[in-house]
């Protein structure tokens, strides 16, 4: 088999809520691509809340997916107050323990140590199932369909997804990456941590702990890398048969905020559980190899954006989309051709070359009757006269005399066998012969054009029906005539009896002669007994035919049934179709699709069938009988409608169009097409803006300069995409030699073209939002680390998130505070600085206690300060005494109010610059001065106390 899907082992592991959301979408993003799950590919869901398991995301074709089963692990720890043992969890705070009696009822509740005693609790078990898992991942690769998959590799990826906000992601995290580390360590692990901003912003009431969550987790992880990297003591990670360790458990951690960086805000889970779901998807396709080798061991291999002290272990990272739904409009132009067909089918008019008998159902009708010989109105007698012929009834043979005369014309008149026996026999026949008829006709009528073929048949049948009712009436009008006049025909054959008797007793023998008289008399009688025999024959093929008429109707009720059956059910299929339509139309509307752009969504909604292509008899000959009434069962008459429209012409061209053939046409107009691309570059901006505080990189440059931005574009040909032509894609992204961009060719993607964008590395402090997790983290009534014995050892350590470079905050604090309280001062094109009341500091130009200094620039100046001003010990002794009067002076309140004031109105009331900061923000010559401010106002924001 050409073209094998080509995919990298890959363990899914989603932690918690957040984690299980990303887990999940990636799951659906497989089976909506390749049909199924694909062996190598595993999905596993931990929580504590078992509640979260029940999560389930719609899928195109209007099924659900959800983890199954063998894919949940429920972190349960029924009453952990009564387990607790401080000697036993020594790792526990004591100010988090009585958060542990909410545990086993509603999950971790945004407690770290919480999640973290789940997997203390279960951990043999624990440890045991994900062993398995990871094995039975494996045992998967070797089972694989080799003509249909392909593998990339052996050993699989493990992508560790979770926030580092509420309880079971942030609290199990550490643990289950050491855990995965000690069962499968030649395997990359690669962790994606979702930060706070998008749940304050979902809930702002009920998401006090979220952020201190998230510094308390950051800080743990870049504690632990200072331990890998910088060979500390190792830490004890309890859960661990060898539960000494030094080494940091991730092979990369990707961070995920909800703000880009153009400034567009995220405000719900779901849509960065999708941007990180099309990551995931990514790095197992043929892209994998491309994606995992940015991703991996970039802290050991990259120092280059390491600032001081600080290794950057931490990388930003965005996907989008761009997708051309083609198997979409297909089913959409099937679905709305099954419907035009449905519509032909129950028209109520024929559509004819000419007008003739064939479009009015009553002349059908009418014709259908003379043609079945049942006509029994408008002086028409034919199906009573194919019963018996009365006038072949012969009048009666035998010999009569006066004694014999009554009881032979009795016998005579009652004995009608004969005719009964014929009336039967042609009854029989007349009944098949009629519905094979009215079969024929339902048949030819149902299968004949492409209009009209239930409407009109079931008029046809209407009509036939009314009009049989007409005969039934007007047989039992007759037959009520005919029996009214037995009497009359009986007392008629009395009389001429009693005649024959009369003139036998020779009453009357004087009028004619003897044998003149009794034949005729005889003759009367035998005339008198055909007509009652002529009466009740009347009489009894009307009766028959009420009988045959009454089958016909019968067969008329079955078959309208039959059709009225189908014709409920294809109007039930057309109004499921309807729904269906809309639900494919609108899948990206009920979704939360906000990093995919799809070229189909205004197309798909145009679709319009080509009418020419739906021809009912070409239906009606792929049908097993080649009937319409092999489709009663509504099922069944879906299953064939779709199983025709499928192929239609229309359809398959839909489904042969790539996303390749839409750019082409979206490129007709370069305007149009330049603009869903820059929705899609603004789509795949990266999710952490950082800070660098003012710092340079250790080996020089800011971080901005130093950051590599790569991007992975798989698009399904790389010769024929628009994207990967004339370096059009890359014109459009990439700022200069830093970034890279590599194209990969996966035609299993035909209809998708992914970006995959990775950030190069930084350190945990220059999280652009880290530092507005500070307060609700030094200001929370529990401990927001996972571990107090490692907490406990960061304090000693005196470990800080932030850079420490010697001297530089004690040199921030005298240069801001020296501004703030006029010890230096801009004056006249001048910078000047104070000095204590020495004759040895006095300088003729200058005021009194004041030295002017050689530097005209902000920056200049500073660095004067540092290098010239502060290297005395007098004059350092000098401001540090001036600054702390100062501040003594005002008191606690009024030097807060200060401090406020610093935060908003530092560049305004107080900054000593030759030029305002507008001027240096605006100009691109200020570089440097900018610089040095965004040091001074991240000192006041961050460290001034």
Same mark, same amino acid.
């Given at each position: ?10 363990l899914?592991?989603g ?24 062996p190598?590919?595993?999905?596993l ?16 074709n ?30 526990m ?10 545990l ?19 951990k043999?078990s ?110 004890e ?18 961070f995920?905020?909800n703000?880009?960086?153009?400034g ?14 099309i ?32 290794y ?25 051709s ?25 002349k ?17 007698d ?5 019963l ?5 009834i ?50 030819k009528?149902m ?21 049989i ?19 009359g025909?009986?007392?008629?054959l ?69 059709i009225?059956t ?7 299929v057309?109004?499921e179709?309807t ?17 995919e ?7 798909i909604?145009?679709?319009?069938? %080509?009418?020419? $292509? ?8 792929? #049908?097993?009988?080649? !009937? &319409? +009434?092999? @489709?009663? =069962? ?15 012409p229309?359809?398959?061209?839909w ?13 007709? %107009?370069?305007? $149009? ?8 570059? #603004?789509?795949?901006? !990266? &999710? +952490?803006? @950082?800070? =660098? ?6 080996e ?24 990967a ?31 995959y ?13 880290l ?18 014995v ?97 501040i ?16 908003q ?29 965004n040091?001074?106002?991240?000192y006041?924001?961050?460290k001034?106390?």
């Amino acid at each position: 088999m050409e073209n094998k899907i080509k995919l990298r082992p890959s363990l899914y592991i989603g932690l918690g809520g957040t984690g299980m959301k990303a887990v999940l979408n990636t799951k659906k993003l497989f089976i909506e691509t390749y049909g199924e799950k694909p062996p190598m590919i595993g999905f596993l869901g931990i929580d504590t809340n078992v509640s979260e398991f029940n999560t389930t995301l719609p899928l195109k074709n209007g099924k659900f997916v959800q983890l199954d089963k063998p894919e949940r692990i429920k972190l349960t720890c029924d009453n952990p107050v009564a387990h607790y043992e401080y000697k036993k969890y020594k790792w526990m705070p004591r100010e988090n323990v009585p958060a542990l009696r909410n545990l086993s009822k509603y999950g971790a509740g945004q407690v770290r140590t919480n999640g973290r005693i789940s997997v203390f609790r279960n951990k043999g078990s624990f440890g045991d199932r994900l062993e398995r898992d990871i094995d039975a991942l494996m045992l998967a690769t070797k089972n694989i369909d080799n003509n249909k998959f392909e593998l990339i590799g052996t050993e699989p990826d493990i992508h560790l997804v979770f926030s580092v906000c509420g309880g079971t992601g942030a609290g199990t995290f550490i643990d289950i990456a050491y855990l995965i580390n000690e069962i499968k360590d030649q395997s990359s692990l690669i962790g994606y941590a979702v930060l706070p901003g998008v749940f304050k912003a979902m809930n702002p009431n009920n998401s006090e702990r979220v952020r201190a969550n998230a510094y308390g987790s950051i800080k743990d992880l870049d504690y632990l890398v200072s331990v890998a990297m910088d060979k500390l003591e190792p830490v004890e990670i309890g859960c661990l048969k060898n539960p000494q360790v030094q080494k940091y458990p991730f092979s990369s951690m990707i961070f995920i905020d909800n703000t880009s960086t153009s400034g567009y805000t995220y405000d719900d889970i779901n849509q960065l559980s999708e941007v990180i779901s099309i990551g995931l998807f990514a790095s197992a396709t043929a892209s994998g190899d491309n994606i995992n080798s940015k991703a991996i061991n970039t802290l050991l291999e990259d120092r280059s954006t390491m600032v001081e002290n600080k290794y950057a272990w931490i990388s930003g990272y965005s996907a989008a989309m761009l997708s051309y739904r083609s198997e979409d409009l297909a089913k959409v132009y099937s679905m709305k051709s099954a419907q035009q067909l449905i519509q032909n089918i129950l028209s109520e008019s024929l559509k004819t070359d000419k007008e003739d008998v064939d479009s009015d159902p009553n002349k059908i009708a009418n014709i259908w009757i003379d043609n079945a010989k049942i006509r029994e109105n408008n002086s028409h007698d034919d199906l009573i006269n194919q019963l018996i012929n009365i006038n072949e009834i012969e009048i009666s043979n035998a010999e009569i005399d006066v004694d014999t005369a009554k009881n032979t014309m009795d016998d005579y008149i009652n004995d009608k066998q004969q005719y009964d026996n014929q009336m039967k026999i042609v009854e029989q026949k007349v009944r098949k012969e009629v519905a094979e008829q009215l079969d024929e006709l339902v048949l030819k009528y149902m299968n004949k054009s492409n209009f009209g073929n239930v409407g009109t048949t079931l008029l046809i049948l209407s009509h036939i029906k009314s009009q049989i009712n007409i005969f039934v009436e007007e047989m039992e009008s007759e037959s009520e005539k005919l029996a009214s006049k037995t009497a009359g025909l009986q007392s008629e054959l009395a009389m001429r009896i009693k005649d024959l008797e009369q003139y036998a007793n020779k009453k009357f023998k004087n009028l004619f002669t003897k044998s003149e008289t009794y034949e005729n008399l005889y003759d009367a009688i035998k005339l008198a007994a055909q007509e009652i025999l002529k009466n009740k024959l009347e009489i009894a093929r009307r009766g028959k035919a009420k009988h045959i008429f009454g089958n016909i109707l019968i067969k008329i009720e079955e078959t309208t049934t039959t059709i009225e059956t189908l014709q409920l059910n294809l109007k039930s299929v057309e109004n499921e179709l309807t729904e269906k339509i809309s639900r494919t139309q609108n899948y990206n509307e009920n979704s939360l699709k906000n990093f995919e752009i799809d070229l189909a969504e205004n197309e798909i909604k145009a679709v319009i069938p %080509n009418h020419s $292509e739906i021809i009912i008899t070409h239906f009606i000959a792929g #049908l097993a009988n080649q !009937s &319409l +009434l092999d @489709i009663i =069962d509504k099922n069944t008459a879906k299953s064939a409608i779709l199983a025709y429209t499928d192929h239609l012409p229309g359809t398959e061209n839909w489904k042969k169009r790539t996303i390749d053939d839409a750019l082409n046409r979206l490129s007709e %107009n370069q305007d $149009e097409f330049d603009e869903e691309i820059k929705r899609l570059i #603004l789509k795949s901006e !990266s &999710l +952490l803006k @950082i800070d =660098d505080g003012g710092r340079d990189c250790a080996e020089g440059g800011t971080l901005e300069d130093k950051i590599k931005r790569d991007y992975l574009v798989v698009v399904p040909d790389e010769k024929n995409s628009l994207l990967a032509k004339d370096g059009y894609f890359k014109d459009k992204l990439l700022r200069d030699d830093r970034d890279s961009m590599q194209f990969v060719t996966d035609p299993h993607l035909k209809r998708n073209i992914l970006i995959y964008r990775k950030e190069g590395t930084i350190p945990a402090y220059a999280i652009n939002s880290l530092n507005s997790y500070i307060y609700e983290y030094e200001h929370c009534t529990i401990s927001t680390h996972f571990d107090e014995v490692i907490r406990q050892r960061m304090k000693q350590e005196m470990f800080d998130i932030q850079p420490k470079a010697q001297g530089e905050d004690e040199n921030l604090h005298l240069w801001v505070l020296g501004q703030v309280f006029k010890l230096i001062k801009y004056n006249r094109e001048h910078y000047w600085y104070s000095v204590p009341k020495k004759e040895t500091f006095r300088d003729a130009s200058s005021d009194e206690y004041y030295v002017k200094m050689s530097g005209t620039t902000h920056n200049n100046v500073y660095s004067e300060f540092i290098d010239k001003v502060l290297i005395n010990d007098d004059i350092r002794k000098h401001f540090e005494s001036s600054i702390d009067k100062e501040i003594s002076k005002m008191g606690d309140d009024k030097w807060d109010e200060l401090k406020n004031d610093l935060k908003q109105n530092y560049a305004t009331k107080y900054l000593q610059c030759h030029i305002s900061y507008r001027t240096m923000k605006a100009g691109i010559g200020y570089k440097d001065i900018l610089s040095l401010y965004n040091k001074e106002k991240y000192y006041i924001d961050n460290k001034l106390v």
